[in-house]
């Protein structure tokens, strides 16, 4: 879920975020680290925070656990950008087995991912395939996928693919990011499918012509996103740890509406989501799993550069610990 947005940045921080946004992109930077005995685990202490595990059964743990508590969850299995049609299958196939594992354990959860991680990024045609087969598979235990937004460069291939695939499945939803301009007419038009609408902010660098900077216009801009999509009775969720936008969401009394959902990543604000929930409202917990977990948590600290703190003590200290939900 990337993007979910905090609150409003100082121009340092911007820098420093748009420098590691960078340096996360950088094949050679995350090899090394991913190939170091050194870094690997030091890195992977701190990426533990956001990250439940590198396999499937850490996040199923950590998902049981959560709903066992009273959460709905999300779960995705990490990555972006696959590079080969075979690897695409082995993406394809472990979502696939994490589909008939919930299934078989009775587990209601929303299953998110990139197109770009099925194939889209090599071919429309077997990332749409590959979609509509995950989206078979998960209609027979009532689960739902969700789809994320990537660079806005992509944007029109992923929103072809949803609205292609969301005539003949019902249980695919798309995520719109916010910041991007052109959002606005984009979520007019996808008001007419039936897929639930994740908001994020969006944490992409693009060119400045294409956005909204952090700023009151963009929070003031994502609620009106939401009284859309609210006054239009659509299934929505209100990805976001901002406290700010938080309260206005249930001050204007959105969130009462059975359409709609908060959702926060795992390890970024558990006591926040935990009073949501204990409120009685819908809340949703993202869990991800996976070995690449270098981008991910690159994009953790990028989009809030404070976590960079909590990371370097999860680095230095032995375990890293989380406050509990």
């Given at each position: 879920m990337k993007g979910a947005g905090m609150t409003m940045l100082?121009?340092?921080?911007?820098?420093?975020?748009?420098?590691?946004k960078s340096v996360a992109r950088n094949e050679g930077i995350k090899q090394y680290?991913?190939?170091?005995?050194?870094?690997?685990?030091?890195?992977?202490?701190a990426a533990?925070?956001?990250?439940?595990?590198?396999?499937?059964p850490d996040a199923m743990k950590k998902a049981k656990e959560l709903i066992e508590k009273g959460y709905l969850v999300s779960l995705e299995f990490i990555g972006e950008n696959t590079k080969t049609a075979d690897e695409c299958q082995l993406a394809k196939e472990e979502f696939?087995?994490?589909?008939?594992e919930l299934g078989a354990h009775r587990m209601k959860s929303t299953i998110s991912f990139d197109l770009s991680h099925i194939g889209m990024a090599i071919d429309r045609k077997l990332g749409l395939e590959n979609l509509k087969e995950?989206?078979?598979a998960a209609e027979q235990y009532e689960l739902n996928l969700m789809i994320s937004m990537e660079e806005s460069e992509k944007t029109d291939r992923i929103l072809e693919i949803y609205k292609e695939a969301a005539s003949i499945y019902k249980n695919i939803g798309i995520t719109l990011q916010v910041h991007l301009k052109r959002s606005l007419d984009d979520l007019t038009e996808l008001l007419n499918y039936p897929g639930k609408i994740r908001l994020v902010k969006g944490a992409y660098q693009e060119p400045e012509e294409l956005v909204i900077g952090r700023s009151e216009e963009l929070t003031e801009r994502y609620l009106k996103f939401i009284e859309k999509s609210?006054?239009?009775?659509?299934?929505?969720?209100?990805?976001?740890?901002d406290e700010g936008i938080l309260q206005q969401v249930l001050e204007r009394g959105y969130i009462h509406d059975s359409n709609v959902e908060l959702e926060m990543l795992d390890g970024v604000r558990p006591d926040l989501i935990k009073k949501v929930k204990d409120q009685g409202y819908h809340a949703r917990v993202y869990v991800t799993y996976g070995t690449e977990w270098?981008?991910?948590?690159?994009?953790?600290?990028?989009?809030?550069?404070?976590?960079?703190?909590?990371?370097?003590?999860?680095?230095?200290?032995?375990?890293?610990?989380?406050?509990?939900?």
């Open positions: 100082t121009q340092e921080e911007i820098k420093f975020s748009n420098a590691l680290i991913q190939n170091s005995e050194e870094l690997y685990p030091l890195f992977m202490r533990k925070r956001f990250v439940s595990g590198e396999k499937r696939l087995s994490l589909i008939h995950m989206a078979q609210v006054k239009a009775n659509h299934p929505i969720s209100i990805a976001t740890h270098y981008l991910y948590l690159a994009h953790r600290i990028a989009e809030y550069p404070p976590n960079i703190y909590t990371a370097v003590s999860d680095i230095i200290g032995s375990e890293t610990k989380v406050s509990p939900y």
